[in-house]
């Protein structure tokens, strides 16, 4: 099994800035993918940024150029810095990899528990 902890939640006012930090652990072969996804009251749960083994990264096209997201492969971390920051943005913050747990294994989503990120003044 693959468990994630999840850090850097909080309160923020528009235009100012929050990393989240997001490690994996436990039995862990291969990560194929890390990233953040997000869910705001009454909408659906959205991908912010992945970042696929080999590497791809994809961003949600409203933070493109405003979130960074960055992996440190030798200790299973996945950070997000989310810069200039707006009310829109406020949602709770899900970690999710995507790993093997052994060779034969197939590739499985696991998520954290989420933390909330609020942008208000």
């Known amino acids: 099994q693959v468990q994630l902890a999840e850090s850097g939640g909080g309160l923020v006012q528009p235009g100012g800035s929050l990393r989240l930090s997001c490690a994996a652990s436990?039995?862990?072969?291969?990560?194929?993918?890390m990233g953040w996804y997000r869910q705001a009251p009454g909408n659906e749960r959205e991908m912010v940024a992945i970042s696929i083994t080999g590497p791809t990264i994809m961003y949600k096209d409203s933070v493109k150029g405003r979130f960074t997201i960055s992996r440190d492969d030798a200790k299973n971390t996945v950070l997000l810095q989310m810069d200039s920051l707006k009310p829109e943005d406020t949602a709770v913050y899900y970690c999710?990899?995507?790993?093997?747990?052994?060779?034969?294994?197939?590739?499985?989503?696991?998520w954290g528990k989420g933390t909330l990120v609020t942008v208000s003044s």
């Open positions: 436990g039995t862990i072969f291969n990560i194929v993918q």
């Open positions: 999710n990899v995507i790993a093997q747990v052994s060779p034969h294994t197939a590739p499985r989503n696991y």
